[in-house]
């Protein structure tokens, strides 16, 4: 249980082109989503949280109108890079919040297997 | 506030011997703590977690990892590692359920034959 894919999992598109990332939960039904960047050997920087059928919150420097995120529904959520350029390269990952199921409380965090973005 | 400190970025250990990987954590409320391993190109795979209760926590291949309070620490241990335990890992803290995850630098362990 809780498995969460990406899609695509690597694309390849020229500066100034949109591309669109999606983020599902396959078995369970998640609220809450999140969007996080990956730089080689780094740890990962929150981007934004997502929340089914509202407005995303965005961490401190993160553009809202360059990543734009949807959670049209309890299973999907989508980031969309408008405008891309070189520097916006990177690895994306989603990870969608579920129940404990011991404690009822939303608490664990399954993460997508990641997208790789590269900008030429 | 809640912070994560993940002591080695590096950690080499030959196959069979014990896996040590260290995390101390600060969080001003009883945390949920984490660990979570990353393989090249993919994304994070959850390895264990403690919530409540035992302060032991077995999760999947062979590791587990303690609670300890006093000394605010969640370090992951395994007694035999394994070629394929060469990976990324990250632990992480939230302050509770519904708050946001916070993780560690990441610690790269590598396995000698």
């Known amino acids: 249980g809780a498995v969460v894919s990406q899609h695509p999992s690597r694309v390849i598109c020229k500066s100034g082109t949109s591309v669109k990332i999606e983020c599902r939960s396959l078995?369970?039904?998640?609220?809450?989503m999140f969007w996080y960047r990956q730089f080689p050997k780094k740890s990962l920087m929150l981007m934004a949280t997502?929340?089914?059928?509202?407005?995303?919150?965005?961490e401190q420097g993160v553009e809202k109108d360059k990543f734009l995120i949807n959670h049209a529904s309890l299973t999907l959520s989508t980031l969309t890079v408008t405008s891309a350029h070189p520097e916006d390269s990177s690895f994306y990952i989603c990870?969608?919040?579920?129940?404990?199921?011991?404690?009822?409380?939303?608490?664990?965090?399954?993460f997508g297997p990641g997208t790789r973005l590269t900008v030429l | 506030a809640q912070s994560v400190t993940q002591l080695g970025s590096h950690v080499s250990v030959s196959e069979g011997a014990l896996v040590l990987l260290r995390c101390n954590y600060s969080?001003?409320?009883?945390?949920?703590l984490f660990w979570y391993v990353q393989y090249p190109n993919q994304g994070l795979q959850l390895l264990l977690k403690?919530?409540?209760?035992?302060?032991l926590v077995k999760g999947i291949n062979g590791f587990e990892a303690e609670f300890k309070k006093s000394e605010t620490s969640f370090h992951l241990t395994k007694p035999s590692a394994h070629m394929s335990d060469a990976a990324e890992y990250f632990c992480a803290v939230i302050e509770g359920a519904g708050n946001m995850l916070t993780f560690g630098g990441g610690t790269r362990l590598m396995v000698k034959p």
């Open positions: 078995d369970f039904q998640a609220t809450t």
């Open positions: 403690y919530t409540t209760g035992a302060t």
């Open positions: 997502s929340n089914e059928g509202s407005k995303a919150t965005y």
């Open positions: 990870s969608a919040r579920d129940l404990d199921r011991a404690s009822g409380r939303a608490d664990t965090q399954y």
């Open positions: 969080s001003s409320v009883p945390p949920y």
